[in-house]
């Protein structure tokens, strides 16, 4: 069942949006300096990750989805996700808490 | 077609609704929805209803009335039913008006891929909207619902745009099922 929708190259407008020094969870669309809505507390309780492909998320947010995908990859790219160390992730941006 | 929020704007809405936030406990898939929903820049031939009221976000309608291509002149009702789960789950859409198109079957099921196997998390509402008015303006006879739409469009391209215009603005018999003028509202 498959429908070619041009969305591919919608979709790379839209992570350009995402992406544009918007500290926002593409997932929640929560900020990361926030919390997700799941979560109760910013910071040790919502760590932000991020994949080799150097989109990031909450933990809690990217958990949620690899759990329900048999495949791993990622919800902006499609790459294959893998984690990696947020410290040297593709982001100049520090999150408050996050790394404390 | 879909103009994207400039991400100042986007900040502002989010600063105002990070004032305004603590007001009622709503769930996260409902708390998501909401900033879709805020965010949502629809094109002047969409429209967006909340038939159980404006809290009541869960449940919607979208009417769409293509500006061009074969299905220009029509207004086409969508139900959007949110799970819970969203954005982890895709939002149910239905056509309710009922429609001769290849990829939307006579009960409304509609043959979209962001909306079944290709749906992501960071897509929203915006994208589901996007990708209704693609669909309405480029059919795919390859991998339709509507097998006899499909067949015709690919067979006798010119009697399928005929019959489409024809049942789009006044209603017509095709194939023996009765397709009402598409006025937005429900036939299916
Ligand atoms: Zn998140
Ligand atoms: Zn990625």
Not at chain 1, 8 to 22: L, P
Not at chain 2, 165 to 181: D, K, L, M, N, T
Request: with cysteine.
């Amino acid at each position: 069942m498959t429908f070619e929708v041009r969305i591919k190259k919608w979709h790379a407008v839209a992570s350009w949006t995402w992406n544009a020094g918007d500290d926002v969870c593409g997932i929640c669309r929560m900020p990361f300096d926030g919390c997700p809505p799941d979560g109760k507390y910013p910071g040790d309780d919502s760590p932000v990750v991020w994949g080799i492909c150097t989109h990031a998320f909450h933990l809690q947010c990217i958990n949620r989805w690899l759990q329900s995908q048999t495949e791993q990859k990622c919800p902006f790219c499609r790459r294959q996700w893998e984690f990696k160390q947020a410290v040297v992730g593709g982001e100049d941006e520090s999150e408050d808490g996050a790394g404390t | 077609m879909i103009r994207l929020f400039s991400v100042r704007e986007k900040q502002k809405k989010d600063a105002a609704a990070a004032a305004n936030g603590k007001t009622v406990k709503q769930s996260a898939g409902e708390l998501r929805l909401q900033k879709d929903i805020s965010e949502l820049d629809l094109p002047k031939n969409v429209s967006i209803r909340f038939p159980n009221g404006n809290d009541k976000i869960m449940n919607f309608e979208i009417t769409l009335k293509p500006d061009e291509g074969l299905y220009k002149g029509g207004a086409f009702l969508f139900t959007f039913a949110v799970p819970t789960g969203y954005p982890h789950d895709p939002p149910k859409v239905k056509c309710v008006t009922k429609v001769y198109h290849p990829n939307i079957d006579l009960e409304g099921n509609i043959c979209l891929n962001i909306l079944r196997e290709d749906w992501k998390p960071v897509l929203s509402i915006s994208a589901i909207v996007y990708g209704l008015t693609y669909l309405f303006l480029s059919p795919n006879a390859d991998d339709p619902l509507n097998k006899e739409a499909a067949a015709m469009m690919q067979q006798s391209p010119a009697q399928f745009e005929r019959v489409v215009s024809q049942s789009v603005a006044r209603g017509c018999s095709i194939g023996g099922e009765f397709f009402p003028a598409a006025r937005g509202d429900r036939s299916g």
